[in-house]
């Protein structure tokens, strides 16, 4: 089993930055992808950014290239999701996301929102 805690979240103007932690706990040995999601009610859960775990490559969806930066420490079992330029359009709540031998873990999620 893996756990996984996010925090960080909270209420930001537009333009400004957060910077979300996501710590995983458990069995965390083998975890190959660790991910960042956001989900706003009644759309789907969808992928913001992904790293992998040994050559640290990333992925970003295309409305936060440029703006978001996804890093991790392997060492303190932490992922982060750098969040700048914010836009009312990130409002969502976030959540952690690992893979570790084919099977997936969620966070229970933080609140972002972006409002003047």
């Known amino acids: 089993q893996v756990q996984l805690v996010e925090s960080g979240g909270g209420l930001v103007q537009p333009g400004k930055s957060l910077n979300l932690s996501c710590a995983a706990s458990?069995?965390?040995?083998?975890?190959?992808?660790m991910s960042w999601y956001r989900q706003v009610p009644g759309k789907e859960r969808e992928l913001v950014a992904t790293i992998t775990s040994t050559v640290g490559s990333t992925n970003y969806a295309d409305s936060v290239k440029g703006r978001f930066t996804i890093s991790r420490d392997n060492a303190k079992n932490m992922v982060y999701l750098q969040m700048n330029s914010l836009k009312p359009e990130d409002t969502a709540v976030y959540y952690c996301?690992?893979?570790?031998?084919?099977?997936?873990?969620w966070g229970q999620g933080t609140q972002v929102t972006v409002s003047s």
């Open positions: 996301h690992a893979v570790r031998y084919s099977l997936g873990y």
């Open positions: 458990g069995f965390t040995f083998g975890i190959k992808t």
